[in-house]
């Protein structure tokens, strides 16, 4: 074997190394652009320019909300010169010794970085890198603190933008924005450390819709950082898109007034417009200014106190508060037995008080009457006939088939499940159904007499005001219903798609006049729980209610809907343990409608009793 | 024996001049990339090129010395200096570690790295134990003996652990190659065994390390293109062609182009041998990618993870891939003409992106300072360094001589390969210096030695009659 040959092997490995790595090189150095750009993300080179987020306009196109410029008052440790950190920390109003401890904040805020290969930890802050002193300052503190930064080498200013509500309220609608989490850095690359996110509401379900496109711009600079000159004429430069306005159906007059008439009380206010399924407003007592949570050093002010509060202004009611929706349920359990075909429209039932517990009034001779006078027998004898039908010779295979022909009822309804919409931190609410009560009872073990109360919507069922109000809204439709939303159109494109489409019950529309004609009567006829709703030109349909609360005094409910011939509105209102529903929801909910009908308020007594009344509210905390 | 002569008489000057010329670029790239401003001068102690000069300086002093002693020494002594670098690398493995490894002889900042002599005394030794041997006496003992004075400093200084000077030591298997000290004994008792069988030679055997190392290029290539699509134009339609598809596509022109040249340059009877060698390549080598490609699918997902981030098919820019992203980054953005001297943005100490970027990754700097056109100065001269050594290897008299002068090539092609490929995403981050330009005490001692033994050993070729 000729051995110097293999000299020759040795030179084809070198020299197609050599070749490999230059055309590697020259691909990485000439012709590919990433690395360059790659090399100017890193070396800082690029700047990253935030737009505004999108605007919120209401269903009125008032803007609500709104973006308002602030400062941050930055720093560069590479070019500070003799700092006097007194007279810093003074122009500031800290003391020296806050000014060290942002200092070491800053440094130790950005993190190590553990190198594998070298096993040498390094921190992530750069002396050359501009880092935020101070956050969020307002354009008044800026000023008197600009004029003397030119004695402070090393540190300038920069604007940016803060949220800004405008009208002060819907804070539990609109959410609130916050630092993102490191794990949402990680999910997501748009997001850098001290970046806001949208964190409840509006602002959180939409974070994508409103955070806007970010824009980057190269520089060049010199070794030494200073920039120089925008980088290959601005050809990589991408420019920053402010996202389109949001369009929401809320009316923010509305929801304004909502807040002040709920004011020193516990509760909340659901209206919705049945023929679009928007939310008008949603009103969650005792509310609170949205701008309190604006900004880093507000919410660490604000946020404890608020969750702190005694009244629980953080508790979503209109979502969360799941109540046993008591009278509004005789409405639903009249059309299900009048679609069952167990009643007509013009079915009576005597009063029998040794079924269930009623107060006194004229026997209840069709439906329509049974909703005036609120009737419980009328309901329990009603309700016994759909859930036991006869149609299995055991008693309590019969209550199961009844319960399961209910429950399908009331499903399409939307109850007992969460809506599939914008309104983030829906609570399902409770519809039991066979299996529901096998659990409890065991399987074949219960029937009508073991869950009566849902006949007239106690016990076990259990609904949250949103789908109450929901349920008014279907009644006004005669049948139908859009998912209640919050936004109706993002830009010029038109309403959202997702929430075009008509979910039908399952009622027939004809079932659904009696009904009415009882929520009429309940207003608007002598004997009616509800005529502290009484409008003069406008009729309201109503149904008065009253929550049992077992730790207390009763939660006054109120559902309404008018006008009656066109429903423009359907409102549900709670007064938590204000006891009667005629006497404390029925006016308010009379005032929410006449203020979205006509725009103003024609009994100024009636508005008056309601804002100065306190009720189960506390003020010493 | 020899005359008393003037230093320099016999050296090779063009050698000797890249050398140089190496140097003085590597220190010009350490001033760049440590400058500091409040001590400009090259001579400041206190910065990393007034240390880096006098390390040069004290380097070329032992060159001196190297020069001014009789070469026959290193053959005479190669076992006590081998013995004696042994007892180093033992002794630094009690040494206190520093960034989790006992590589460390020494306080502070001038400590010493005995792996890096390791590297000549086992080049010293591997080189007499070789040039004693005769053809016929290579067997499965000396083979193994070979193998041991290569196995014994890797055990030692993976116990550091030091894995990149591991790395390093497999550069003496090319060498053995080029000896014809190969495992075709080894490999021949297993053949043998078989009954009927009685081979003299395998080719596999005498050719496994060239083999080793082209399996290895292939199973790379395989993985490397596996996950790409290429849209070919083809005529009219365009052709889609997966990674793997390509390969294969590759090694049938490879195929081809080899039966074109073998029709044209070889007698009918080596061509019908060749042709079976050839088919069976192109079978095998088919196999290979096939089978890299279905056995990197059945792996674990992080296993997948790690081979992917160092064939860099996968991106972590801020986790385990950090170093090699910026480097690359550094690299990448030189451009043609480069930003210029002292004007690496992103690899300087002083912004810091790259880290270590004045020892493992002082290529950075000097590509993204000086572009292609460096780059392209940078492996002209490493080219001419590694093949004027071979020339010198091949002209020596004595075989010590010339084992030595490849021992010397390949461990440069190792670094300059190794060290270069981790800043352009080749090969994995395993910290090497790059010859005469990372800043280190050690590596610059250890590389000038090297070379000026060598350069002394050549000088003195004519001396020496064996």
Known sequence: ???????????????????????????????????????????????????????????????????????????????????????????????????????????????????????????????????????????????????????????????????????????????????????????????????????????????????????????????????????????????????????????????????????????????????????????????????????????????????????????????????????????????????????????????????????????????????????????????????????????????????QKWYKYIRSFGLGKIFDTDVSGQRPGLIPNPAFYDKWYGHHAWAFSTIRSISIGQGEVKLTPLQMANIVAIIANKGWYYTPHFVRSIGKKGALAQFNKKHWTMINYQHFDPVIEGMRRVVNEPGGTGKMARLNDILVCGKTGTVQNPHGEDHSVFFAFAPMNKPKIAVAVFVENAGWGGTWAAPIASLIIEKYLKGKVSDPDKEKRILEAQIAFQTAN | MRKQESLTEHLDWSLFGALMTMLLMGLATVYSVAYNEEAPSLFAFSEKYGRQLFWILFSLFLGLLVFLIDSDIYRRFAIPIYLSTHVLLIVVLFMPAVHGAHAWLGVGSFGVQPAEFAKISTSLLLAKYISGLTVKQQNTRTVLTASSILLIPMGLILLQPDAGTFVVFTSFLFVMYREGLTFDPILLNFVNAIPGVRYKETWVGSHFIPILFALLFL??????????????????????????????????????????????????????????????????????????????????????????????????????????????????????????????????????????????????????????????????????????????????????????????????????????????????????????????????MSFSVMMFILLKLDAQRKDVLR
Not at chain 1, 155 to 161: I, K, L, N, R, V
Not at chain 1, 305 to 324: G, I, T, V
Not at chain 2, 351 to 361: A, G, L
């Open chain 1, 1 to 403: 074997m000729n051995l110097e040959a293999r000299r020759n092997v040795i030179l084809s490995f070198i020299i197609l190394m050599i070749s490999v790595y230059l055309i590697k090189l020259f691909y990485m150095q000439v012709i590919d652009e990433t690395w360059t750009l790659r090399a100017q993300e890193i070396a800082e080179k690029r700047k990253v320019i935030f737009p505004p987020r999108g605007v919120i306009f209401d269903r009125n196109d008032k803007k609500i909300v709104t973006n308002q410029t602030y400062y941050n008052l930055m720093m560069v440790e590479d070019s500070i010169v003799d700092l006097d950190t007194a007279a810093l920390a003074k122009l500031i109003g800290w003391t020296p010794k806050q000014v060290h401890a942002r200092f070491k904040e800053i440094v130790e805020g950005e993190g190590t970085y553990y190198n594998k290969i070298t096993r040498k930890r390094t921190l992530n802050y750069q002396k050359i890198r501009a880092y935020p002193f101070l956050k969020e300052v307002t354009l008044e503190e800026m000023s008197k603190i600009a004029p003397h930064l030119s004695n402070f080498k090393g540190f300038h200013y920069e604007a940016t933008s803060a949220r800004n509500y405008p009208y002060k309220s819907a804070a539990n609608i609109l959410g609130y924005l916050s630092e993102v989490y490191r794990e949402e850095i990680e999910e997501d690359p748009f997001y850098k450390p001290g970046n806001n996110i949208g964190r409840a509401g509006i602002e959180r379900f939409y974070e994508k819709e409103l955070r806007g496109v970010k824009g980057i711009k190269y520089i060049v600079t010199s070794a030494l950082n200073n920039a120089i000159e925008s980088y290959a004429d601005g050809k990589y430069d991408t420019t920053a898109h402010q996202a389109p306005p949001l369009k929401m159906g809320m009316d923010v007059e509305l929801q304004s007034y909502g807040e002040r008439l709920m004011q020193k009380k516990k509760g909340c206010i659901v209206a919705i417009e049945p023929s679009s399924g928007e939310i008008l407003s949603m009103v969650s007592a005792p509310s609170y200014d949205p701008n309190l949570l604006v900004g880093k050093r507000n919410i660490s002010a604000n946020y404890p106190k608020l969750a702190k509060d005694l009244n629980l202004p953080l508790f979503p009611r209109p979502l969360q508060a799941e109540y046993p929706p008591g009278s509004i349920f005789k409405l639903v359990q009249s059309l299900i037995a009048m679609q069952e075909g167990v009643i007509t429209a013009t079915s009576g039932f005597p009063c029998d008080k040794s079924l269930v517990g009623c107060h006194n009034h004229p026997t209840a001779r069709n439906i329509a009457e049974a909703i005036q006078y609120s009737c419980n027998p009328y309901y329990y004898m009603a309700v016994r006939r759909i859930i036991q039908q006869g149609v299995k010779r055991s008693t309590n295979a019969d209550a199961e088939y009844g319960l």
């Open chain 2, 219 to 444: 199973s790379v290539v395989t993985l490397l293109l596996d996950s790409v699509v290429f849209v070919m134009p083809f005529f009219v339609t365009e052709l889609q062609l997966s990674g793997s598809s390509l390969v294969l596509f590759g090694l049938l022109l490879i195929y081809v182009v080899s039966w074109l040249l073998m029709q044209r340059f070889t007698t009918r009877r080596e061509r019908s041998r060749m042709m079976v060698v050839l088919s069976l390549g192109l079978i095998l080598a088919g196999g290979l990618s096939f089978g890299v490609d279905t056995g990197f699918d059945m792996l674990k997902k992080h296993q997948k993870d790690r081979i992917e981030l160092v064939l860099g098919l996968r991106e972590d820019p801020n986790g385990d891939d950090y170093n090699r992203n910026r480097a690359m980054a550094a690299v990448g953005s030189g451009g043609f003409l480069g930003k210029g001297y002292r004007e690496a943005s992103v690899s300087s100490m002083r912004t810091n992106h790259v880290p270590e970027s004045e020892t493992d990754f002082i290529f950075c700097p000097f590509a993204e300072e000086w572009g292609f056109v460096g780059v392209l100065v940078l492996f002209f001269l490493y080219f001419f360094m590694l093949f004027r050594i071979i020339i010198i290897a091949e002209r020596q008299r004595a075989a010590f001589n010339r084992i030595y002068a490849y021992c010397v090539a390949m461990i440069l092609f190792y670094h300059f390969a190794i060290n270069i490929g981790m800043n352009i995403g080749f090969a994995p981050v395993i910290g090497i210096p790059l010859p005469f330009f990372s800043y280190g005490g050690s590596s610059m």
